[in-house]
């Protein structure tokens, strides 16, 4: 294969993957102004502060398929893909059941007068859990992503959002936002496994439930403790601080949904960094981090320009933060880019996923306090600047392990190049 090949190839599958995080980032932001128009900024806060706590619940659901899954699919055979995808909806099913519920329960005290929307957002975001995406990018499909899993959720959003325009509460809105997820990972099952053709489900040897839960212990504990730290600062200002939960639960909603539509960079190198053998990696790595390093610096100064308006239109014109909670914001969405390249990118590729669980948790015992102490003392912009001392100090210590492991790795060009196998078109 012709590098001018790999390169057409690689923009192909990133403009498919792009176009998903596009459309869903965009649906996402316009669903929040027309449920602050709906039912006012209180009950968008509670639906917010649900769909964090939703968010922890669909990282658990998930399992660790997110980060494990697109490598083992696309070094499977079509039998295998087929297993491991069955093995991971009958897990998934099974999780859903009591994690989502106490989601709901915990969303529906954490919402008070808005309990019943806090608690169907927290459903609504639970449900991501069980989405086939993951499948998807290892089998090289962007666009059938995009059929199958973004356009029912972008779909549902939409729905929700004439339905509001109309005159229905924000509580119609998420609830179409849930329709609209369930419907995606239906499609997304029908298409992958194809019950009709029973002669290849007859093939399946699926492994015990527990086996396969065990299987996924590593994905899922970096996951969960990032997850636990994203979603823990906007119920902690819901609890000690209320009168500040809107204007967070809106400059929060910002950088999570720029972090999203930038989530097809962090994926190019999450392909990129490991596909080389020996010092090709650490060399790959330096590259990786200096351009994350850019980006991430161009990135804080991009939004720290557009956040003003976008923040006034996403608050439907009743929510305007200051310019410190502004250059806040616009910080930890620069860091938080950086991070997860290292993360993902760099650490995952050099096998260092324990430096990553053990950074991620030293930093959320550090910024979590802080988070509910500037709360309590500086409002917003308080919880803001505890979150990002705790996101500076994870970066710190990953920073460190990945220079550790990049002068002693863990493994030996012979390993890496047995672990690394050859990129194929049809992988990019």
Not at 8 to 21: D, Q, T, V
Not at 162 to 167: E, R, T, W
Not at 225 to 250: D, E, G
């Amino acid at each position: 294969m012709t590098s001018q090949s790999l390169l057409r190839a690689g923009s192909k599958a990133l403009s498919g993957y792009a176009l998903s995080m596009v459309f869903l980032a965009a649906a996402s932001l316009a669903a929040i102004p027309a449920m602050v128009s709906a039912s006012g900024g209180v009950a968008w806060g509670s639906i917010a502060a649900g769909q964090s706590i939703g968010g922890v619940a669909a990282t658990i659901i998930a399992w660790g398929w997110g980060l494990s899954g697109p490598a083992t699919i696309a070094r499977a055979d079509a039998n295998d893909r087929l297993t491991e995808y069955v093995e991971s909806v009958i897990s998934k099913l099974l999780l859903f059941v009591p994690v989502g519920s106490l989601a709901f329960i915990a969303a529906l005290l954490v919402g008070r007068d808005f309990g019943v929307f806090a608690a169907v957002g927290a459903l609504s975001m639970s449900t991501i859990g069980l989405t086939a995406n993951w499948y998807f990018v290892g089998a090289g499909r962007p666009y059938v992503l995009l059929v199958c899993e973004t356009i029912p959720r972008v779909l549902g959003t939409a729905v929700g959002i004439a339905l509001m325009s109309s005159g229905s509460s924000a509580l119609v809105g998420v609830s179409c936002q849930l329709v609209g997820t369930l419907l995606a990972c239906i499609i997304s099952s029908l298409w992958i496994i194809r019950p009709w053709n029973r002669s290849t489900l007859a093939g399946i040897s699926r492994r015990p439930v527990l086996s396969v839960l065990s299987a996924q212990r590593y994905g899922v504990t970096s996951t969960v403790m990032s997850s636990i730290y994203n979603a823990a600062p906007i119920v902690i200002v819901s609890l000690v601080a209320p009168t500040v939960q809107p204007i967070y639960a809106v400059v929060d909603k910002v950088q999570r949904q720029v972090i999203v539509a930038l989530g097809p960079f962090v994926t190019v190198l999450q392909g990129w960094v490991p596909r080389s053998s020996g010092t090709g990696v650490i060399q790959r790595v330096r590259i990786g981090i200096g351009t994350s390093a850019v980006g991430a610096v161009l990135l804080g100064v991009v939004m720290l320009l557009l956040a003003p308006e976008l923040v006034r239109w996403l608050g439907n014109g009743q929510i305007t933060p200051t310019f410190l909670m502004l250059a806040l914001t616009s910080i930890i969405t620069a860091v938080s880019l950086f991070e997860q390249t290292v993360s993902k990118a760099c650490l995952a590729a050099l096998r260092r996923l324990d430096v990553v669980a053990r950074s991620t948790a030293i930093g959320s015992i550090a910024g979590l306090p802080l988070v509910a102490i500037g709360a309590v003392s500086f409002g917003a912009a308080g919880a803001l600047a505890g979150i990002l001392a705790g996101l500076i100090l994870r970066l710190l210590l990953e920073l460190l392990g990945l220079r550790k492991a990049m002068v002693h790795p863990l493994f030996s060009a012979e390993q890496h190049a047995v672990l690394s196998p050859a990129l194929d078109v049809d992988e990019v």
